[in-house]
């Protein structure tokens, strides 16, 4: 296994029933930038996403638009999910499908093992089943339906009709480690976070855990079960094995031991599966749990979760056209506290688009290569030691300040406070600019060593902004960094000295970061 240098990253596996939304985009810029970052500190770093293509749901959409499940899958791959990662600027090391053959034939090896073991019996099941959420449902996770629902048991999260099922299937003992679980969560308190879903799973365990139904026979789209082809692998059973199998499992040791346990970012409402049937199944199967559930909040519009079966959906270029993937990125990591829910607005996009990114960040980089372009030729100039004053070492003492806090807010996956960490460099650069004026230095020959020790300053404070951001925002990163003659590539840099950085002698030409935008009013 790991010896914890290592940082594996996941998202979940995305259903292909539909194209993805802006909550989808949302998860993935998360764990992006978690993965960005520790790529930059040095650490082996390896983030995984994919889409999730078997179960009931995805055969009925594909029966509804006259595919094959195969070919529905192909196509909303081809042409959504992977287009996605283009279109917020995704650097994942890994794309998994669970119709690949590497992980179809090693969930078959896996389940096997479990089933040799002997925790794995046959048995009926009758309960009320979503489709939306490939789950058996309690009572408690169901609400009386209104409108053309009335008289019926909705799902409290898809608002839809559940179906009572009768089946014969397969069972995987899950009751057997109600306590090896509530055990895992004492011991490691930060196995499953933020507090909110910790105590939510804590809650659910310690009222007792039934064995899990993990074969269908009322449909064939999924996985055989390999002892009993009638049957096929539950969908939430066979997608979980996607991190293990996505790392080697049962195909290349090697890889599985230096990748394994994974970091696993996830709506909070599949964190159940996650932080009590995953971990479940890997206790029975010998192997090391994950080392961490984190259940983000969900989106809201309108006051209700990201949902396309409400048309709440936004497609992701519906933004990204107009705003550009660094705005998107900045927006949902900033503007929302990760781990809790957060609302979007476009009017609230297009603020702080224009206060933070355009005005803020985005003008102090343009007002600084352009100062020192007019006033010294484009060459950078050196500060001055009789001229530096307390200014200049408030402004190196922030740098080193908002590195540290940035880097140990991403180690507890507080993302919303490492960038208001990074920001409030930002501030301080441009408060200091407008307190040393150096447009006015520059008109006396005498001020000749202040104006270059001010300038040499929002140099370098510039430069550890765009090593800092450049998980954030990759794009805008990069050409600071050749305005400003970095070294090498900005994604190179290590994040932990970031104030350390090394560039050339000369500024270059920078366009403007984050053009201002006209935005028109949307209903």
């Keep these: 296994m790991s010896d914890g240098s290592s940082f594996y990253v996941t998202t979940p596996i995305f259903y292909v029933n539909d194209v993805p939304h802006i909550g989808h985009a949302y998860t993935e810029v998360a764990a992006d930038v978690l993965a960005r970052w520790h790529r930059q500190a040095g650490d082996p770093t390896w983030f995984l996403t994919g889409t999730d293509e078997h ?3 995805i055969l009925r959409t594909a029966t509804a638009n006259g595919v094959s499940p195969k070919a529905w899958a192909d196509k909303l791959v081809a042409e959504a999910w992977q287009p996605l990662l283009n279109t917020i600027d995704i650097s994942n090391d890994d794309f998994i499908r669970t119709t690949d053959a590497r992980h179809e034939v090693n969930v078959q090896l896996f389940l096997q093992r479990l089933y040799d073991a002997g925790y794995i019996y046959t048995g009926e099941y009758e309960g009320y089943y979503c489709v939306g959420c490939e789950e058996y449902k309690q009572l408690s996770d169901l609400v009386d339906g209104t409108g053309q629902y009335e008289g019926q048991l909705v799902c409290a999260i898809h ?9 014969r299937n397969y069972f995987f003992k899950m009751s057997e480690f109600a306590g090896r679980l509530l055990e895992l969560y004492k011991t490691r308190p930060d196995f499953v976070q933020p507090e909110s879903v910790r105590n939510e799973i804590v809650s ?13 026979q009322t449909f064939d789209w999924g996985i055989k079960v390999p002892w009993d082809e009638s049957h096929v692998v539950y969908v939430w059973f066979d997608a979980l094995l996607n991190y293990a199998t996505a790392a080697g499992y049962g195909y290349d040791e090697e890889k599985f031991a230096r990748l394994w346990p994974a970091t696993h970012i996830v709506g909070k409402d599949i964190a159940r599966f996650h932080a009590v049937i995953w971990p ?10 994950p080392k961490q559930v984190y259940g983000h909040g969900w989106l809201l519009v309108g006051g209700e979760k990201m949902s396309k079966s409400k048309l709440t959906g936004i497609a992701p270029e519906q933004i990204t056209d107009t705003f550009g993937s660094d705005a998107f990125r900045y927006y949902f990591m900033r503007a929302i506290n990760f781990g809790q829910d957060g609302s979007f607005s476009w009017e609230d996009l297009a603020a702080r688009y224009q206060a933070e990114l355009a005005n803020g960040f985005g003008n102090l980089a343009s007002r600084v290569i352009a100062m020192v372009t007019r006033y010294f030729e484009g060459a950078i100039p050196a500060a001055v030691e009789t001229a530096v004053t307390e200014a200049e070492r408030s402004i190196r003492a922030t740098e080193r300040r908002v590195t540290a806090a940035a880097d140990a807010a991403v180690s507890r996956l507080a993302i919303h406070e490492a960038i208001a960490r990074i920001w409030e460099l930002v501030d301080e650069l441009n408060g200091y600019i407008t307190e040393q004026e150096p447009w006015k230095l520059s008109k006396d020959p005498a001020n000749a060593d202040r104006l270059a020790t001010v300038l040499n300053t929002a140099v370098r404070g510039l430069g550890t902004l765009a090593v800092l951001l450049s998980p954030v925002v990759p794009e805008a990163a990069a050409k600071l960094w050749v305005a400003l003659a970095g070294v090498g590539t900005v994604q190179e840099q290590p994040i932990r000295s970031a104030y350390e950085w090394q560039g050339g002698d000369r500024v270059e030409p920078l366009e403007a970061l984050f053009p201002r935008i006209e935005v028109e009013a949307t209903a």
Excluded: C, H, N, Y
């Design 55 to 57: 179960g009931q749901k």
């Design 159 to 167: 608002s839809k009709p559940v179906e009572l099922l009768k089946e």
């Design 204 to 216: 659910f365990v310690s009222r007792g855990l039934t064995d899990l139904s993990i074969s269908r």
């Design 280 to 289: 479940a199944m890997l206790m029975a199967a010998g192997l090391e749990v």
